[in-house]
């Protein structure tokens, strides 16, 4: 979601190839020759291969300056930029993943069950204090600034549906998701993908 919504903001022409996982399609040997991670996304740009969102996002932000989606090296915030997005990527979407995948860490249901409780715990805690960071310094992640932190943030935040306390309950995430959300770029991805906040998919 993150990269799909970047490129759209920088507005570049791309080809979106859709890799159904419950289909097994990022298992296939052409997808692992890829990403041997069996995981998505990838972006193929030209002859380059890469994969990790965050890594993509901040790739096409520097490939694309004029989309001013990040400040550059030098910048005021380039500093703020770079620890909530690898903030979000390793700490924030790690605590997710244990939510929602932790069959992928765990074999027992009852372990399972335990992962979870402690992941949504520590979820809210992180997600109040991101709330609380907003309040002070919002209504985006850079400030007055929007940038592709946001959007990263924002797709994280759906991540959260399920859970008893919703990011959209948190008042200040709630604005950050509105913006984001009503931006033409991110209206366009959803549509894309075929997916709306409150679906299925993570
Ligand atoms: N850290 C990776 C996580 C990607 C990820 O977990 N993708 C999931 C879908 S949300 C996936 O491809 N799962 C299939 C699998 O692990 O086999 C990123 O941000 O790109």
Avoid at 22 to 33: H, I, S
Avoid at 83 to 109: M, R, S, V
């Amino acid at each position: 979601m993150a990269p799909h919504a970047v490129l759209r903001e920088i507005g570049c022409p791309f080809e979106l190839v859709r890799v159904d996982t419950a289909k097994g399609e990022n298992r296939t040997p052409e997808y692992l020759a890829l990403n041997p991670h069996h995981r998505v996304p990838t972006l193929i740009h030209g002859s380059r291969v890469m994969f990790e969102s965050a890594a993509i996002t901040l790739y096409l932000c520097e490939n694309h300056p004029e989309a001013g989606l990040m400040p550059l090296p030098g910048e005021p915030g380039r500093e703020v930029f770079l620890q909530w997005l690898f903030f979000f990527t390793n700490t924030l979407q790690e605590d997710l993943q244990h939510w929602w995948h932790a069959d992928n860490y765990l074999d027992t249901e009852a372990a399972r069950e335990e992962m979870k409780a402690v992941a949504e715990r520590r979820l809210q805690r992180l997600f109040s204090q991101i709330d609380s960071g907003l309040a002070e310094n919002g209504p985006h992640v850079l400030g007055a600034r929007f940038s592709a932190a946001d959007i990263f943030l924002v797709m994280l935040c759906r991540w959260t549906r399920a859970m008893a306390v919703p990011a959209t309950d948190y008042p200040h995430l709630n604005r950050l998701i509105g913006i984001v959300t009503a931006r033409p770029a991110w209206a366009a991805m959803m549509e894309a993908e075929g997916i709306n906040w409150n679906g299925p998919l993570a």
